[in-house]
């Protein structure tokens, strides 16, 4: 076979020259078909540097019942899509970011007899400096935001150990005081002007005052698997073994159905998820359902309570962290 290959190889040249082919076209000298101006230099295109309030992405409107304030929280805040964590109550809410660089808190409480803006924004830092170590603040300048109008301030200090850099934002409505307070601490000046402050503008753009009344008494779950899976029990926490059972039943007695309907309960044996949690299950019934219902609880933790997808209640749940 290699024989064969190399006399191949070796006749290929011979039959070529033994060819008569016509004679080649006259020779010339080749030149590039365009060539740049003397003196120019090609600059390379430049991608378009991303708008920074473009890359804010919120999420669906959420209620603070007692604060009867609406907002729609942050789902990320950078071309990174990196996803922030919600912390939801009855009348504060907590964000932060995977890497907890960037925390924004929304809060409504009480603001007393004859407060204003002023007094809510000074009531607050004074709070604060208890908790931000060097804190300091600019001179406050007005704002607007929701219909409301208030102050706010550039703040900087200490968060957590590191430096920070943020605003706060304070509003005076209904007799509450509103409170919008955002901060970076990841090389905290350059954070904040890159992406916190669109943050917290894209936050303040969402801010909704419920009119008097209108709130719900309770906050109800988005997630579908809340208080229906022994994966996601509603945690009621407890003090001592017996007080856990008691915490749970307060939880049911203020619990309704969708239309306010009052529901009936039954306590079923206690399991484990698979997270080796004990987890307590109780049937629930109310008129016009067609089938019973069972919730899980867990009374070895705490989180804000809420009423399961599809369930109202009479009141705030009368549970706090034990």
Same mark, same amino acid.
């Given at each position: 076979?290699?024989?064969?290959?190399? *006399? #191949?190889?070796?006749?290929?040249? +011979? +039959?070529?020259?033994?060819?008569?082919? %016509?004679?080649?076209? %006259?020779?010339?000298?080749?030149? %590039? #078909?365009?060539?740049?101006?003397?003196? #120019?230099?090609?600059?390379?295109?430049?991608? %378009?540097?991303?708008?920074? *309030?473009?890359?804010?992405?919120l999420g669906d409107e959420v209620v603070l019942p007692e604060g009867s304030l609406a907002f729609s929280p942050l789902a990320s805040a950078d071309a990174s899509s990196s996803p922030f964590t919600l912390n939801l109550g009855n009348d504060k809410a907590v964000m932060n970011n995977t890497a907890q660089t960037l925390f924004f808190s929304l809060a409504s409480e009480p603001a007393g007899a004859n407060a204003d803006a002023v007094a809510c924004l000074n009531r607050l830092l004074t709070h604060m400096q208890a908790d931000l170590p060097g804190l300091s603040s600019s001179p406050s300048a007005a704002i607007t935001a929701g219909g409301l109008s208030g102050l706010q301030t550039e703040l900087t200090g200490t968060l957590l150990s590191a430096p920070m850099a943020g605003k706060l934002a304070v509003f005076q409505a209904q007799n509450r005081c509103i409170s919008l307070f955002g901060a970076a601490l990841d090389n905290p000046q350059t954070l904040w002007q890159e992406t916190g402050q669109y943050a917290f503008l894209a936050l303040l753009g969402s801010l909704r005052l419920l009119p008097p009344g209108t709130a719900p008494a309770c906050l109800v779950a988005s997630d579908p698997e809340y208080g229906f899976s022994p994966e996601k029990p509603i945690r009621v926490g407890n003090v001592n073994l017996y007080d856990g059972i008691s915490r749970m039943e307060a939880y049911l007695n203020t619990l309704r159905g969708p239309n306010m309907e009052e529901i009936s309960y039954i306590r079923l044996s206690p399991g484990y998820n698979t997270a080796g949690e004990i987890v307590d299950a109780y049937q629930i019934n109310y008129s016009g359902l067609s089938a019973p219902l069972t919730l899980y609880f867990s009374i070895y933790a705490f989180e804000t309570p809420m009423a399961p997808l599809g369930f109202s209640c009479e009141a705030a749940f009368p549970l706090s962290q034990p």
């Open positions: 076979m290699i024989k064969r290959l190399l *006399a #191949v190889l070796f006749l290929i040249p +011979l +039959l070529l020259t033994s060819c008569n082919f %016509p004679s080649g076209s %006259p020779q010339r000298d080749e030149q %590039p #078909v365009y060539l740049p101006l003397a003196g #120019v230099t090609q600059t390379p295109l430049i991608s %378009p540097t991303p708008d920074p *309030a473009a890359l804010i992405k």
